[in-house]
Structures are given as structure tokens and as C-alpha cells.
């Protein structure tokens, strides 16, 4: 356990360094490795089978890395000579189905962890108030709703107050209301709860609004690890900007902090610079349209989602681009429309094959 | 679930405490030097009770292992040296000759050979016949009178016998008599046997005892069958409608086969083992198979039953009756000639 | 609008076949002597079949064996789908419906198992042969008119259909109480029938079940000597039988027996491709109460199915038992008391129920939750013994037994033992069948919350495998009551069974004698399965 950094160690909950898994020949994390500090929420972000949930089941100990280690809380608990089984990691965890026991009380799911602690009932109480389902503890699973479900999930992974919850898709089973408002309540309950969380998501508006800091994950690797923020302003590829929201693509050239295309001149960040043939990405909200009868660019057609609004407009150049509009804009399909950037861009090297923008 | 897993734990200690005086008590029983193992093929009903007589008059403990003669034959096999049986008693003579010729039976003492005639005992002196049954036609008295009925069983393929002959060809004794059809007339004339008998149409019983009742209900006129099976109906009903008739001629229809008993080479009792054959021999106990199984006495001077014809007049086929073990040559014979699937 | 990652296509399966990590030493320790004793008779094969003589081997070539050979897959193949097809509808009917008097069917359909097969097969001869009762019954009434002659495939087949479909009935019913009903909910608001419903959906869910069922009962043909010798069609049983009885040749039956081995490992392949690609493994949502379907006018075709299967197969033999008891009470002759008898069936058939279900738990746990380790071929080993005949299983524990443990040789332990290799299958394959349908989900839910192994199983796998416990160790129960060729060699010396003496009595035609523990074999089993299947399936009635 000797290793540089020991300043930090104390507060790291969950220290993966280069796992690597393997299933026959298939390489499902390829040097996987991944930092989270203590109280911290974190969330895995990305589409199905790029190996978050096996992460998730590694750091759990339901499987075991073929290479690579795992430290929770300062312990060692996967690694060369080292396994640790789930039941001696202190880890929470809450399954996509939830996983309740369906021959056991809501009370009696939330108790299991605690086994035989003196004050198992008062804990079980506490945690059904604390995610919400205080009088219900008599209930059997099957008569509670996919919500309430999910928070006896919670329940029970809490009660034991584990060094670090592990949420596998928790939201993907409920419908699009219920879910706005449970992430927010769990976040909040995870937050009081004082946990570490890693939770695995392939919804990047969940998890952008809720973590402290969001990985991506790509083929079994990580290859961006940052706050929602910097994930959205500066994703570190093409692929990251497309995932994470929606991303205009122009070819232009770029020249350190600058780029040149058809919109003009633009800044790019200084962190950021960059040269040669570009694609310069824009997110839609860093476009402004100022109406322009000899404007260049003709608007499309606009969705209106309420509180924004997005439009298409189609440059001189015969580019596609995306304007984030506020909700009180109106502007009328055919109308031209001039395009103004009120924010540097981020410039990705040009893709051989061409850039034509997609949306 | 609780009650549930009280009851479990209940009966698995209930099972284990059965387990182990299940291993005492045959520890002990081997130690007690007034035991016998007897593994018998012969049925608990037939000889039950007379080993009961032969235990109460010996004092000797006597243990029996009922079951099938060929699996029990095969078991001691398998056993070997280890075998716990002292005394094989077997329903017919290829079992005794198999267990012969391992070498896993013992000699027998002269005198006790001496008191069956040799036709009915190993040349080798390594087994010995106890009560034999003869292969016999049973037919219905209302519908059949002897005087039709050919001399020789081989006379049954004619066709005025078409439709009323019943048979049980997966019947053992039945097998027995055509393999020794096979080695006294020859695998032709069998088969050729076989085929006209399977050309006269006749009706298929499971067993023997179900071949006499056909025979008595007139499903059929006349069955093959053990002559045994009839006394013991006639001991239920005196007027049952069948009489057995016993094909003359010192061809294989007049079989007769014996039940019969080996001692173990390995047998830690050979003492008792032979004080049990002796009573097998004994006129007491050849009196019971005469009045109980009906079959033949085969010694101590005791006469069959006066409603059968005395042994000596009938004229058995020359043939060692261990020697009927080519059970196989003939299944395939029956199959060939269609009688069998 | 949302764009997502690329990614490789080749890993998009393994989102949902989760593979975990090596198998626990706790689930591995106990596999082990299951293995041990599964290879048991296989050992005893080859060290017969490598003293085998050469003409031995040149018996194995002939034509004949071909014929032995296909009249056997014939048998097993049409008595199987012929059971699957009995048993399914049965099944539904007294799991799932408002079926009058459902619990009472529920036991009844099942009993037949504990008939063994030479019985049932003389029962229909005697009944329903040619010459049968029936047969009079209709002569005397109508003059003439014949029945078809029992004998040979239709014969075997009919009487091997009527009792081993049971098996399949026992794996399914588990698997339809297990099942979660929103799957039928959800094809019906889809705009299935309820018919539509039961195919498309609640069939292909039951597939684990009717391949655990359907792979018992082909065995149990493959390795049935009763029925087939009873009715004259020669099998691979009936002519391993023969090389005993014919030439006491041992050799000769271990080499058809490997024979029969090898069809046996065939035949486990076909299963294997059907169950590979069902190894679904439902999402563990908190069951909802089964509500009844409602027959309606059905009810009363579906009663008449229910009875005319259960007089046939449960009904001719104790009707013909009950003929055998009038008659023997009027001649005066019914045999000895049978109380010891029926404790000792008990005793050692409820012992190896219970043997039988400890180990088939850790080898149906590593076979479905560590799929690519160990577990499976245990659990594959263990059917390869099962459709051996009774007899070559029996006489290899005779020899290992008599040669290497003289101690424990022909006690009540080694008595349950040869149950245990003879029946494990159809404990492992009912568990197995019922874990499939536990997500384990659930298990690693409960180990995550600080659960070793052992309490898991415990506290969540056991409570929720009910059924399939109480299934599996009925199945087991109900064999070893009628078992024989083992019963006879290796219980302790003089323990009769109930089995045992029907057998003595039947096979010198004392059918008087046999008919008091005949009956008393299918009414302590009835009584038996009753408490088992009450106790399984009572919960949410």
C-alpha cells in the first residue's frame, strides 16, 4: 500500500487502477482505471456494453479483474493474491430490476444487511423514513409501486451504511416523471446519507444533472473523466461532444486559439488550441440567430420544447447547424437569419472520411 | 417454514440414528457364529415358511436375501471373496453352473450328493438339485380329450392345432425347454419347431399362470407351462377344468428343470451351509415341496404327488441342466422365428 | 436526437449474460463426492468392459444391436413427446386454473410415478390385454368384439406414457407457480388470446421445465426393463438383462451398457442444445398473487381429461390390485403384515429424498450460476448413469461396495447411496429447472449486503426454490419407493420393502399377496406427496 500520492489516500473512497477483464476473448475493461473521493457522486456514463456495469460488478466483488486492483477506503480489495468477497466490502448495491427479495417484508429487505446489530429495528425505521416509506414496512414488495420498490432498493442498501453505494441504472424502470423527481429525491437521500456513490447511466441528462463528476466510458475504458461542466463545454472527443448533448460540427482551420470557418473567425479555448484542418464543434446555446433579411442562413424548422426552444438553419455554405433559441423567440421557417458565436468553440482534428455535420 | 424445518431435522436425525443400527446390527450378525446367509432366487412365498422350519429346528440364525436368481448370481460375482452369502439357492441349474464356474462354489461332501440321482446334480459335485418341474401341456378337459393330444410336443405344429394353442414366450421356463430343443434336436428342427407352432396362430400370455387360466377359460385349448402352477389352482377350486398331460419320448419336451443349491467356496459358515442343504434334502423338507410347491422331490425316497406321473417314468433329455445357458442362441432363435420382438 | 457512443457489436450480448466469477469453495466442496459417487458406475463399466473378451466386442457389431438400438430411440422418442403433450395440459389445469377439486388432482396426477413399471405393464395386460377383465367384461355383455393386442410397441408405448408423463407434470407445475405472471399479462394486452398467450409466451418460459420433465422421462424408457419385458419389445435394457440371465456374462452387458452410455450422452446434447439457447433468466420482479384462470363451461371437458388419465394410469392398477385383494380375502391368503415394510420404504426413500436434495443443491447451484465451470458436468455426469438399467448400477455398487467399503456394504447408508445415484438427476434437474428462474440478482443482492454463500443460500435461495425443493424431492421419494434391482442387493439383509414384496408376490403369481402392499405402496406415497406438495404449493392457494 506504499504508493505516491499518500496525501490524498485518506479521502479516496474508490481507488480502480488498470483493471482489466477478459470473457474468453472478448476484452471487456481494457486498463479501466477510475479515482472517487469520499462523499463524492460519481456517475458512469456510457451506451450499453462499453463495460460499466462490469465495473460496477467488480468494484462489488461479484467478479474478479484478470489484472489491475481495486482499494476501497484505503483497503485493498481486489488484486494480484487479493479478493476480497462482496460481503466483506462494505458496498452497497442497488440492481437495475432493484433485486428485492420477494419472500420478504419491505422491513425485512431493508434489515437484511444488518443481520444481528442491536439496533437493527431502529436503523430499519430510520432508513424507511429517511428514503420515505415510513408505515409501510409490513408490506411485501409486490404491493408497493415501481417507485416505492426502488426506494425500499435504496432502503436496504443503505441501512448498513456502507463506505460506498453502487447504483446500476436505478432509474431506467420508471417512467419519465417518476424518474426527474426520484433522481433528485435519491440524490438528496445519498447526500444526507453522507455516501460515496458510483452510478452507471447511459441517460446523459441524468448524468449531468446529478454527479459531482461524470466518467466516460468507451470500449472499457475511461476517456474522460471531468465535472457535468467541463464534460459539456469541453469534451476531450468528438464522441463525447455527440453523447453529451447536442453538437453542431463545422470544418474550418485552426491556428492556436482561433479557427476559421464558414461562420467566421472563432475562439477557441486557451486550454484547448489547436492546428490544421479542424471540425469546429458549437454547442446549438452558442449560436445566436438575429433575424436578417439578407441573412445567409434560412431557418428549417424549430421544436419547441417550452422552457428552450432548438431550430434548424441551413447556412450559404449548405451546412445543417443547430441554434438553441429562448422560449420566447419566434421565428418562421424560410425566414433568413444571420448566425452570431457568443462562445469559443471546441476544434477536434478533421475526420479523414469528410465533415458533414450531424445532428 | 419453521415447523417445516423442525420436521426436516427430525427426520434426518431420525435417518441417521437408523443408519447406524443399521451398521451395528450387521456387525453383530457377522460375528454370531450361529449364522447363514442364504442369497435366494427362489421365490419368499414358495420357501419362506420352510426356512422358518429349518431356523427353528437348527437354532441357527438364518438371513435371506430374496431376488431375482440371475442378478443375485451376478451379485455374488461381483462379490467375490467379500461375498456375505454362505449358500446360493437358485430357481434353476444355469445359475448354480455359472457360479460353478467361477470356481465360487464349493464341493459338496458325498454323502450329501449321494442322495439325488446325478441327472438332477453337478458332474463336479459343486451344486445339487433340490426340486425340479417338468415342462408340461395343460389343457381343458371340456374341450380337449387326451386322446388327440400328439405323443411329442413337436406334434403341436400341426395345423388342426391352429388358434388353440397358449404360450408365454418371455417366460424363463419356457426359454429353457427350447434351448434344450436346441441341444437335443438341433438348431433346424428349433427353429422349424418354433415356426410351425408360430404358423398355428397362438395366443400370448405373460406367464405361465395366465396361460392356465386361458387354458381353463377356454381361450385356448392347450398351454405350455410348469406343471406346478395347475395344483395350486386345483387347491383353490377342486373342479378346475384343465389336466396336465406329460409328452412322453426322452425329447426336450419332457424337461424337467431343477431348483437347486451351491454352497460358497467363501462361506465363513460352511458348517451350517451344509446342515441347510442337508434339510433341503430331508424328507421333511422334500415332503413340504411335494404338498406345497408341488414339485418333484428329488430325494430321501419321497414319491411326487399321485396325481403326477412318478419321476422315473419320465424320460428327461440327456443333458446337463447347467449346460442350458446359451440363453442368447435361443432369444435370437425366438426373435428370428418372429415369436419374440 | 440523443447520439450515442459507437461501440462493438460483439459485445453487446454481454450486457445481459452477466458471467460471474469462479465458483465459492463452500459450493464446491459438497459438489465433490456427488461427482465421486455419479462416476461410480461408470468406473465399474470400463473396468468390466477392459476384461471384456473379444468375441465380446464382436457381440456388439452385430445387426441385431442396430435394431436394439433404433427400437429404443423410437421408444424413447415418441414416449417422451407423448408425455410432454399429456403432461403440459395437466399440468396447466392444476396449477394455474379454478379446476374443481384441484388439489386432490394435483396429487392424483402425479402418483402414477410410484407404480413400477412391470406392475402397471401386467396391470394393463390383465385389464385391458386381449384376454383381459375388460375383455371378458365385454364378451359377456356383447358376445364378442376384440380388444387390440397390448403387446409389443404399442403396448410398451401406451404403459411407459401413462407413467412416466408425472415427471414432466412435477417440473412444470413448479416452474408455472414460479413464473411471473405480468409475462402472460403483458402478451395479452398485445392482443393475444389466452391460448395465444400460453403459447407464445408461458411455453417458451416453460422450455427449461419441459426439457428437465422430457429428459427424465427418456431416460427412465432408455433404462426401463419392467414394461418393455413385460410386453415383449426388446431395448438396450432388455438385452443387457439377457447377458446376465443368458450367459452370466458380465462383460458383454458393460460393453452394451457404455452402449447405452454413449446414446445416453447423445441424447443429453439434444437437451443441451434446446436449453443453451433458453438460459433466460427472469428479472427478479417481486412476484404477483396468481389469480386462477376461470374454465368456465371448460371445466367439465377438462375434469373428463383429468379423470381419463388418471384412470388409466392410476386406476387400472388399483382397480386390478383391488380384483387381487377380493379375491385373496376370499381364498383367505393376503400375506404377512406389512407394517415394517411400509416403515422401511419410508425410511429409506424419504432418506434418500432428502440425501438427494442436499447434494443436487451445490451441483444445481455451480450448473446455473457458474454456467462454464465444474458444475454443469457434474450435473451432466450425473444423467449419464440415470439411464442405465437398475441392475448394472446396483452391481457396481455391489462390487465397489463389497470390495472397498465391507463396513458400510449392504447397510440402510448404502441403501439411500444407490438411491442417490440412481435418482440424483431428477433432483438436480428439478432445482436446476427452479434456479433458473431465481435471478441471481437477488443472491448477489443479498452478498453485497454482508451475506457469506452458505447464508444466502439460506436466508434467499432456499425460501424461494420452495416448489422446486418440495418437486425434486418428491421425485425422488416416488422412484426410490419402487426401485428394485438395488432394493434387493444392497438394503440391509431381510429389509423388505413394499416394492420388494409386490415384486416376490407377482413373480411366482401370488397376485393375492401383492395386492395389500400394492395398494399400500401408491397410498403411503399418496399420503407422502400429498404433505410434500401441499406443504410446496400451498402458500398462496
Not at chain 1, 486550454?271 to 439578407?294: F, I, N
Not at chain 2, 433346424?188 to 407352432?197: H, K, Q, S, V, Y
Not at chain 3, 462493438?8 to 450480448?13: D, I, R
Not at chain 3, 426401485?483 to 416394492?499: H, V
Request: glycine share 8%.
Amino acid at each position: 500500500m506504499i504508493d505516491r500520492g499518500q496525501k490524498g489516500m485518506s479521502d479516496l473512497a474508490i481507488r480502480c487502477r488498470d483493471l482489466v477483464r477478459r470473457y474468453d476473448n472478448l476484452i471487456v475493461l481494457e486498463n479501466f482505471s477510475l479515482e472517487v473521493r469520499k462523499g463524492e457522486f460519481v456517475a458512469l456514463l456510457g451506451a450499453s456494453g462499453c463495460g460499466k456495469t462490469t465495473t460496477l460488478r467488480l468494484i462489488a466483488g461479484f467478479d474478479r479483474p484478470d489484472s489491475g486492483s481495486i482499494d476501497i477506503a484505503g483497503r485493498r480489495v481486489a488484486g494480484p493474491g487479493t479478493f476480497v468477497p462482496p460481503e466483506r466490502r462494505r458496498v452497497g448495491m442497488v440492481f437495475q430490476e432493484y433485486a428485492l427479495f420477494p419472500h420478504l417484508t419491505v422491513a425485512g429487505n431493508a434489515g437484511y444487511g444488518l443481520r444481528r446489530a442491536p439496533d437493527r429495528e431502529r436503523r430499519v425505521r430510520e432508513t424507511l423514513e429517511l428514503v420515505g416509506l415510513d408505515g409501510l414496512g409490513e408490506r411485501m414488495p409486490h404491493e408497493l409501486s415501481g417507485g416505492q420498490q426502488q426506494r425500499v432498493a435504496l432502503a436496504r442498501a443503505l441501512a448498513p451504511q456502507p463506505d460506498v453505494i453502487l447504483l446500476d441504472e436505478p432509474f431506467s424502470n420508471l417512467d419519465a416523471a417518476l424518474r426527474v423527481r426520484l433522481r433528485t429525491e435519491v440524490r438528496a437521500i445519498l447526500q444526507q446519507a453522507g455516501a460515496t456513490t458510483i452510478f452507471v447511466t447511459h441517460d446523459q441528462a441524468e448524468a449531468l444533472s446529478l454527479a459531482d463528476r461524470v466518467a466516460v466510458m468507451e470500449g472499457g475504458r475511461v476517456i474522460q473523466v471531468a465535472s457535468p461542466e467541463v464534460l459539456y463545454r469541453l469534451p476531450a472527443t468528438r464522441e463525447i461532444a455527440e453523447f453529451v448533448g447536442e453538437a453542431n460540427f463545422i470544418p474550418g482551420e485552426a491556428g492556436g486559439d482561433r479557427a476559421s470557418c464558414a461562420l467566421g473567425e472563432i475562439p477557441l479555448p486557451l486550454c484547448r488550441p489547436a492546428h490544421g484542418p479542424v471540425d469546429v464543434m458549437l454547442r446549438p446555446e452558442w449560436l445566436e440567430a438575429r433575424p436578417a433579411p439578407e441573412g445567409k442562413a434560412v431557418v428549417i424548422r424549430r421544436l419547441y420544447f417550452g422552457h428552450d426552444q432548438l431550430m434548424e438553419v441551413r447556412t450559404g455554405g449548405g451546412l445543417t447547424l443547430q441554434v438553441r433559441l429562448g422560449p420566447h423567440d419566434a421565428f418562421e421557417p424560410g425566414e433568413r437569419v444571420d448566425l452570431v458565436v457568443t462562445h469559443p468553440a471546441v476544434a477536434y482534428p478533421r475526420e479523414s472520411k469528410g465533415a458533414t455535420p450531424r445532428t | 417454514m419453521r415447523k417445516q424445518i423442525v420436521l426436516l431435522i427430525s427426520f434426518a436425525a431420525l435417518v441417521s440414528t437408523g443408519l447406524f443400527s443399521a451398521c451395528t446390527s450387521q456387525e453383530t450378525a457377522v460375528e454370531d457364529p450361529g449364522t447363514l446367509v442364504v442369497y435366494s432366487g427362489r421365490n419368499e412365498n414358495l420357501v419362506g415358511p420352510l426356512i422358518e422350519r429349518f431356523e427353528a429346528q437348527s437354532g441357527i440364525d438364518v438371513r435371506v436375501r430374496y431376488g431375482d436368481t440371475a442378478e443375485l448370481a451376478a451379485a455374488i460375482l461381483e462379490e467375490g471373496a467379500n461375498s456375505p452369502a454362505d449358500v446360493f439357492y437358485a430357481q434353476d441349474a444355469g445359475a448354480l453352473g455359472a457360479l460353478a464356474q467361477a470356481g465360487m462354489a464349493a464341493s459338496l461332501p458325498e454323502d450329501i450328493l449321494s442322495l439325488v440321482e446325478p441327472r438332477f446334480r453337478s458332474p463336479e459335485g459343486l451344486w445339487v438339485g433340490v426340486s425340479g418341474r417338468a415342462r408340461v401341456v395343460a389343457y381343458n378337459v371340456e374341450r380337449v380329450s387326451p386322446e388327440e393330444l400328439p405323443a411329442s410336443i413337436l406334434g403341436f405344429t400341426d395345423p388342426e392345432w391352429a388358434g388353440r394353442i397358449g404360450w408365454a414366450p418371455t417366460n424363463g421356463s419356457f426359454q429353457a425347454f427350447v434351448t434344450a430343443l436346441r441341444v437335443v434336436e438341433g438348431e433346424d428342427a428349433a427353429r422349424a419347431w418354433l415356426e410351425g407352432i408360430q404358423a398355428n396362430d397362438p395366443v400370448v400370455f405373460p406367464n405361465n399362470l395366465t396361460v392356465l387360466e386361458g387354458v381353463a377359460d377356454g381361450t385356448v385349448d392347450v398351454g405350455f407351462i410348469n406343471h406346478y402352477y395347475l395344483f395350486r389352482k386345483l387347491a383353490e377350486d377342486e373342479a378346475y377344468p384343465v389336466a396336465l398331460y406329460f409328452p412322453t419320448g426322452g425329447d426336450a419336451g419332457a424337461l424337467v428343470n431343477v431348483a437347486g443349491v451351491a454352497k460358497l467356496a467363501s462361506s465363513t459358515q460352511p458348517d451350517n451351509a451344509e446342515a441347510f442343504i442337508r434339510f433341503l434334502l430331508s424328507e421333511e423338507a422334500q415332503t413340504y415341496f411335494r404338498d406345497q410347491t408341488f414339485e418333484y422331490p428329488l430325494a430321501a425316497g419321497v414319491e411326487a404327488d399321485p396325481r403326477l406321473p412318478p419321476l422315473s417314468s419320465i424320460e428327461t433329455p440327456d443333458i446337463d441342466l447347467s449346460d442350458l445357458e446359451d440363453l442368447e442362441g435361443t432369444l435370437r432363435l425366438l426373435q428370428e422365428a418372429g415369436v419374440l420382438e | 436526437m440523443r447520439a450515442s457512443l459507437p461501440r462493438p457489436a460483439h459485445l453487446n450480448w454481454l450486457s445481459d449474460r452477466l458471467i460471474p466469477a469462479r465458483p465459492p469453495f463452500s459450493l464446491l466442496l459438497p459438489a465433490m463426492p456427488v461427482a465421486l459417487a455419479v462416476t461410480l458406475p461408470h468406473a465399474y463399466l470400463l473396468i468390466r468392459a477392459f476384461r471384456a473378451r473379444p468375441e465380446a466386442w464382436a457381440q456388439l457389431l452385430r445387426p441385431q444391436m442396430l435394431e436394439v438400438a433404433a427400437r429404443s430411440l423410437i421408444l424413447v422418442g415418441t414416449v417422451t413427446v407423448a408425455a410432454v403433450l399429456l403432461a403440459l395440459p395437466l399440468a396447466w389445469l392444476t396449477a394455474r386454473t379454478d379446476l374443481p377439486g384441484r388439489r386432490l388432482w394435483s396429487v392424483l396426477v402425479v402418483l402414477p410415478l410410484v407404480i413400477p413399471s412391470y406392475v402397471g405393464a401386467y396391470a394393463f395386460v390383465a385389464a385391458l390385454g386381449p384376454r383381459g377383465m375388460l375383455q371378458r367384461l365385454l364378451a359377456a355383455s356383447f358376445g364378442s368384439g376384440h380388444l387390440p393386442d397390448l403387446s409389443g410397441f404399442p403396448g410398451a408405448f401406451l404403459v411407459l406414457t401413462l407413467f412416466t408423463y408425472p415427471y414432466v407434470v412435477l417440473n412444470v407445475r413448479a416452474a408455472l407457480r414460479d413464473m411471473d405472471p405480468a409475462l402472460e399479462d403483458a402478451a395479452r394486452s398485445l392482443g393475444d388470446t389466452p391460448l395465444q398467450a400460453f403459447l407464445h409466451v408461458t411455453l417458451s418460459h416453460l422450455r427449461p421445465a419441459i426439457a428437465a420433465g422430457g429428459l427424465l422421462v427418456a431416460l427412465y424408457v432408455l433404462s426401463d426393463f419392467g414394461a418393455v419385458s413385460m410386453l415383449r419389445y426388446t431395448t438396450f435394457t432388455r438385452a443387457i438383462y439377457v447377458q446376465y440371465v443368458a450367459s452370466f456374462d458380465r462383460s458383454v452387458a458393460a460393453l452394451l451398457s457404455l452402449v447405452l452410455v454413449i446414446v445416453t450422452l447423445a441424447i443429453l446434447l439434444v437437451e443441451a442444445r434446446v436449453q443453451r439457447r433458453l438460459t433466460l433468466i427472469s428479472r427478479p420482479r417481486p412476484a404477483r398473487r396468481l389469480r386462477p384462470v376461470r374454465l368456465g363451461v371448460w371445466r367439465w371437458p377438462a375434469l373428463a381429461f383429468c379423470a381419463l388419465v388418471v384412470l388409466l394410469s392410476l386406476g387400472v392398477p388399483l382397480l386390478v390390485s383391488g380384483y387381487w385383494l377380493i379375491v385373496s380375502v376370499k381364498v383367505g391368503d393376503t400375506g404377512s403384515s406389512l407394517l415394517a415394510p411400509v416403515w422401511h420404504s419410508v425410511l429409506a426413500s424419504g432418506s434418500a429424498a432428502l440425501v438427494a436434495l442436499l447434494f443436487a443443491l451445490p451441483v444445481a447451484l455451480l450448473a446455473t450460476r457458474y454456467p462454464r465451470g465444474i458444475g454443469r458436468l457434474i450435473e451432466r455426469a450425473s444423467y449419464a448413469g440415470y439411464a442405465l438399467p437398475g441392475i448394472v448400477v446396483a452391481l457396481s455398487l455391489v462390487f465397489f461396495g463389497a470390495n472397498f467399503a465391507p463396513l458400510l456394504y449392504q447397510t440402510l447408508a448404502m441403501l439411500v447411496f444407490a438411491y442417490l445415484v440412481r435418482f440424483l438427476p431428477q433432483a438436480t434437474g428439478t432445482l436446476r429447472a427452479t434456479l433458473l428462474q431465481i435471478s441471481p440478482r437477488l443472491e448477489e443482492a443479498a452478498r453485497g449486503l454482508g451475506r457469506s454463500t452458505p447464508e444466502v443460500i439460506l436466508t434467499i435461495t432456499l425460501p424461494l426454490m420452495r416448489s422446486g425443493l418440495f418437486a425434486g424431492g418428491a421425485l425422488v421419494f416416488l422412484t426410490s419407493m419402487k426401485e428394485l434391482p438395488a432394493t434387493l442387493l444392497l438394503a440391509p439383509i431381510e429389509y423388505d420393502t413394499l416394492a420388494t414384496r409386490v415384486w416376490s408376490a407377482t413373480t411366482e403369481g401370488f397376485y393375492g399377496r401383492a395386492a395389500g402392499p400394492a395398494l399400500l405402496l401408491v397410498a403411503v406415497s399418496a399420503l407422502s406427496v400429498g404433505l410434500m406438495l401441499g406443504k410446496g404449493w400451498g402458500g398462496d392457494d
